[in-house]
């Protein structure tokens, strides 16, 4: 809580004056004063005494309250699952809570004032330059993704959205870490390809054991016509389905020699 408080030099001119009013007064009623105006002199400055005490204290808890409040909203800010950044016009780093400088890998103090560009990988680099003029030119959020390298870990792939601030000075910016959902999507997609190749196979192999079947009872049928020429029984049985499927089949021509009346 903010307290006026006067500067020095004004409490001194003030406490010189009210000095020198008191020693008027006393000059004007010659130094004599009544016992009563005494008790009543006495009694003011108690009430007065009173009346500071009771401020100070108010002070005090107002004080812890606003001390409460500030740590509260700390851990908020340093410990929020993404991460919280300041920029500046040219990219550079005003402020992060911790979360953001654990996705820097760097310590925060070791982050102040340095630029967010070289933190970015090379090839997006011109994305998040063309982010950062967005953000500066309109009122609107604007976002990007983009690649992090980590010093001594593997790169993350995160999300940045940001507006400017008020003034129009700041980039207000929030980092979300998007690397594990992308290794998901990746396993995913592998996964879905695999499925793809073996249900292509499938298929493949299916159509070939289709063929060959289909061969089989060909090659039946056409043994089963030759032993009719023959005049020997069908040495293979074929069903309706299976002569059916056969283009062209229809029933067996009459044994050699057979006739009618």
Avoid at 10 to 19: G, M, N, Q, T
């Amino acid at each position: 809580m903010k307290q006026n408080q006067d500067p020095p030099a004004d409490a001194v001119e003030r406490r010189r004056r009210a000095e020198e009013r008191l020693a008027g007064q006393r000059t004007e009623d010659g130094g004599q004063r009544t016992e009563g105006e005494t008790a009543r002199l006495v009694h003011g400055l108690q009430v007065r005494q009173i009346e500071l005490e009771m401020q100070n204290e108010e002070l005090g808890q107002a004080r812890a309250q606003a001390e409460t409040l500030l740590a509260q909203y700390t851990d908020l800010y340093d410990f929020a699952p993404a991460g919280y950044l300041t920029l500046d016009r040219e990219g550079a780093i005003r402020q992060v809570n911790l979360t953001g400088a654990r996705l820097f890998g760097v310590e925060r103090t070791r982050l102040m004032n340095r630029r967010f560009g070289p933190f970015v990988a090379a090839g997006d680099r011109r994305a998040f330059s063309a982010f950062l003029e967005k953000v500066f030119a309109n009122p609107a959020l604007e976002g990007c993704e983009v690649t992090l390298s980590q010093e001594g870990s593997l790169p993350l792939v995160v999300r940045i959205e940001g507006t400017r601030s008020a003034d129009g000075q700041e980039c207000r910016a929030v980092v979300l870490d998007l690397t594990e959902r992308k290794r998901s999507e990746a396993a995913l997609r592998q996964k879905m390809e695999a499925l793809r190749a073996s249900h292509a196979e499938l298929e493949q192999f299916n159509r070939a054991m289709v063929g060959r079947e289909m061969r089989m009872i060909e090659l039946k049928q056409e043994i089963n016509e030759l032993s009719q020429r023959l005049g020997e029984p069908p040495r293979h049985e074929m069903d309706q389905f299976q002569t059916g499927r056969i283009p062209g089949a229809g029933p067996a021509p009459a044994p050699p020699g057979g006739g009618g009346a």
